[in-house]
């Protein structure tokens, strides 16, 4: 080979190189290596060297090209999958279980090939009003016997079957289709709540010194059918709730109530708390169900203004505060639930997080804990969850909501270093002006810096904001009734950078709502926004733009001095009657002229 | 120096040349283009003189259209012009409105860059090549503006010490003035600007 056919053959393999991977090897690389490498001067040996080295070269290349463009690709199939793009990030929604299970039911006749396609939709419905029906028989049996209170259980009935008269084909398709697609979180409703695990069919017992000695039966069947489906969907799962005011077992209260030493108490309350923490864990990890998240303390930040940081709930009466280090009674929880629940995320959810007297308590609560985390070398918890729920109205300081409470808040949040949620969101605002920026606000202000966004419900019926309000139906969630994604759906999605669906612009609301919508791709990197201007240059182009004003007006005002003056005809009116009597006059003459001359005629005549 | 030295300045000032042509036939494309937009914005555009005027006179115009507002209105203010482009032709497609102004003041905007990015071009080859004879010009980039006049005076005598000496030919020597000039120019006086003629005066 010589000289020439060396270069030839260096260049052939760059461009296999190159189709491979475009541009890898530019063409300012490819003519410094030929240059540097080939020269009129070469021996053959010295050809033949320079082949091996550059075959190598080209096999190693070509080698780590095909691994990076294998793992593009797995990564794509990966991505396609969870049609997800931030996988960190967790995108979810609440569910009660006959939700999950009309999904399951319509999953299960769509694939079946044995019903004909004008006959899902019958089958599908017939079915899922069957197992609704017989699951409200059920259901007030199980509440008949957990809650003594006859009016309390009318309340949970409703409350349990909210909007499944709104389940329809066409709607759980819709709601299926954001199940698989979108969703990467599952969180359980009301059937995950310690009233509704814990059977209320024994007394529970305890030993002298607090510790539990009776067998408590559990049920988790509500959750399970919850976890399954998520799990044969490659969903996380989120456990609502460990500790909540409302949700107290009455076997357990009634237990602990007839107690007079507040040690006892408290050594049965936590008692208790293993004994479920316990049989959670080992329920999830019998199922094999992906654990992600544990709302643990649920609303425990006074709700009062002035009134102390912690809500006065019973538990906080009953476990109080830790004998021998003082520490507050939520420690306590959180050590027991971190114990079962090593790897999980712990999380504190609470509501009104919007408002300053309500942060300042969460924040502190905060601050407290991560105090006990120093302390003992423990990480007790590992996120914030804020529900926003919002409301326009604020009762207890009676003002509305304002834009500056929702920024202020958020900037308050997201000082504390500490992952936030949005757990439980829906919008319980009238659609009015006020609701387009108040919505605008928490977008830009809390959506912005949150790991995660969990909606209440699953659309706007199938929620406890389907309510009506002032003849209004409230319309709060993120879902249409027909179980379609609004805009502001897709909007919170992308403010999180989890998903951008098909590329397109799409809409956000203005202040009037009626305009059109303008969504912002966030992909600007190294260039400067068009928008950004310095004040010199502001100041500048409003003296220019006056400096136009000013010319616009000057260019008018000649355009008027050069019109040229047309002329006009004046309609004279008394040029106009002499003209006429003159005429009359004119023709009477020249009749008195020719009748003169006639009789001059006639006379000469002989007449 | 040698004949091919004189020869490479021969070369290089034809390349300037070609450089200095397309900006002047963009600086006339920019007057032709805004014209047509002092016409289509009825006024509220109006050709500044100097280049960097022109640019905020645009950028502001085009920020004060309704469809700018409003996206301010809706705090979305981080955009690159490719965008700004999609978002205003939503707009115009939704409200079927003609933005062709608008259009036509953003590509205008981008000429200028286009401009500037030209003649910064030029001037780094013009002060690259030049070094070949003046070794220390890239000083003038490190220079305050009270120290333009010495230097000046300073690369001036060296040409002509050059030239004296033969080491210049007349020709190359003529280049390398009207090279040292150019960049003295700019660095003094900044990027082009338009001529009087184009921009409105009062009639008195």
Same mark, same amino acid.
């Given at each position: 080979m010589s000289a020439e056919e060396l270069s030839k053959y260096i260049n052939k393999k760059i461009d296999d190189i190159n189709l491979k991977y475009p541009n890898f090897i530019t063409n300012e690389q490819r003519n410094n290596y030929i240059n540097k490498n080939v020269n009129i001067e070469m021996t053959p040996e010295q050809i033949d060297k320079k082949i091996s080295e550059i075959d190598n070269m080209y096999?190693?290349?070509?080698s780590q090209i095909n691994i990076s463009n294998q793992l593009t690709q797995d990564l794509d199939i990966k991505f396609q999958n969870k049609k997800i793009k931030n996988v960190d990030k967790t995108f979810g929604e609440v569910y009660k279980s006959y939700v999950i299970h009309a999904l399951?039911?319509?999953e299960e006749i769509v694939n079946d090939k044995t019903i004909s396609n004008n006959s899902k939709?019958?089958?599908?419905?017939?079915?899922?009003?069957?197992y609704i029906s017989n699951k409200k028989i059920d259901t007030n049996e199980y509440l008949l016997q957990q809650i003594k209170d006859p009016i309390k259980v009318e309340y949970a009935k409703t409350e349990l079957f909210m909007g499944s008269e709104s389940l329809n084909f066409e709607s759980v398709s819709n709601l299926y289709k954001t199940f698989t697609e979108d969703l990467n979180q599952i969180v359980n409703d009301f059937e995950g709540k310690m009233n509704f695990t814990v059977m209320n069919n024994r007394p529970l017992e305890f030993d002298n010194k607090g510790k539990l000695i009776s067998k408590i039966d559990y049920n988790f069947n509500g959750i399970k059918e919850i976890y399954d489906f998520a799990k044969e969907h490659g969903k996380k799962i989120k456990f609502h709730t460990f500790l909540w005011h409302n949700a107290i077992p009455e076997n357990l209260k009634q237990s602990i109530n007839k107690v007079y030493d507040p040690q006892l108490k408290r050594e049965m309350a936590l008692s208790f708390l293993k004994d479920y923490a316990i049989n959670l864990s080992n329920f999830i990890n019998q199922n094999g169900y992906d654990l992600n998240q544990i709302d643990v303390l649920n609303e425990i930040a006074s709700d009062e203004i002035n009134m102390g940081i912690l809500r006065d709930s019973w538990w906080k009466d009953v476990i109080g505060k830790n004998p021998t280090n003082g520490d507050e009674y939520f420690i306590d929880v959180l050590k027991i639930v971190r114990e079962q629940f090593p790897n999980v995320n712990l999380i504190y959810n609470d509501y009104n997080e919007y408002l300053p007297y309500k942060c300042e308590n969460i924040c502190k609560i905060i601050n407290y804990i991560k105090k006990i985390e120093t302390r003992d070398g423990i990480k007790l918890l590992d996120g914030l969850?804020?529900?926003?729920?919002?409301?326009?109205y604020i009762k207890k300081l009676d003002m509305p909501l304002s834009v500056n409470m929702i920024k202020e808040t958020s900037i308050k949040y997201a000082q504390l270093d500490m992952p936030l949620y949005i757990t439980e969101f829906d919008f319980n605002i009238i659609a009015n002006q006020n609701a387009n920026q108040l919505k605008q606000a928490f977008i830009n202000n809390y959506v912005n810096i949150v790991d995660g966004f969990n909606m209440w419900g699953n659309s706007d019926n199938l929620t406890w904001g389907h309510t009506m309000l002032n003849g209004q139906f409230l319309n709060s969630h993120a879902i249409d009734a027909n179980g379609k994604p609004k805009e502001i759906y897709y909007h919170i999605m992308e403010q999180m950078g989890i998903m951008n669906k098909n590329n397109q612009l799409i809409y956000m609301y203005d202040n009037d709502g009626n305009k059109p919508k303008f969504k912002s791709d966030k992909k600007i990197i190294n260039n400067i926004s068009f928008f950004q201007r310095s004040q010199n240059e502001i100041q500048i182009y409003q003296q220019i733009k006056n400096k136009n004003q000013i010319i616009k007006q000057q260019k008018n005002h000649q355009k008027l001095m050069n019109t040229p003056k047309a002329k006009k005809l004046k309609y004279d009116n008394s040029t106009h009657n002499n003209g006429f009597i003159s005429t009359i006059i004119l023709s009477l003459i020249i009749s008195f002229i020719c009748g003169a001359i006639f009789i001059v005629c006639y006379i000469a005549v002989g007449g | 120096m040698e004949n091919n030295f004189n020869l490479k300045i021969m070369e290089f000032y034809i390349k300037i040349n070609k450089m200095n042509d397309k900006i002047v036939s963009k600086i006339f494309d920019f007057i032709i283009k805004a014209n047509k937009l002092v016409d289509l914005s009825d006024g509220d555009y109006q050709i500044e003189k100097t280049l960097i005027l022109n640019k905020i006179s645009l950028k502001g115009y085009i920020l004060d259209s309704d469809c700018c507002i409003q996206l301010n209105n809706n705090n979305i203010t981080v955009y690159s012009i490719k965008e700004l482009k999609t978002f205003l032709l939503q707009y115009e497609k939704t409200f079927k409105i003609d933005y062709s102004k608008y259009f036509?003041?953003?590509?205008?905007y981008e000429l200028i860059e286009d401009i500037e990015n030209q003649v910064d071009s030029k001037i780094n080859l013009e002060i690259s090549e030049l070094s070949r004879v003046i070794s220390s010009i890239s000083d003038i980039k490190i220079s305050k503006n009270d120290e333009y006049e010495t230097l000046y005076y300073?690369?001036?005598?060296?040409?002509? =010490?050059? &030239?004296?000496? =033969?080491? &210049?030919?007349?020709?190359?020597y003529n280049i390398c003035i009207q090279t040292l000039n150019d960049i003295f120019n700019f660095y003094i006086s900044g990027y082009p600007t338009i001529s009087d003629k184009y921009i409105y005066h009062k009639e008195s």
């Open positions: 096999n190693k290349i070509v399951k039911l319509y939709k019958q089958i599908f419905e017939l079915r899922l009003n069957k969850g804020l529900q926003a729920h919002y409301f326009d | 036509l003041a953003l590509s205008l300073k690369f001036k005598t060296q040409l002509d =010490n050059y &030239l004296k000496n =033969n080491k &210049l030919d007349g020709k190359a």
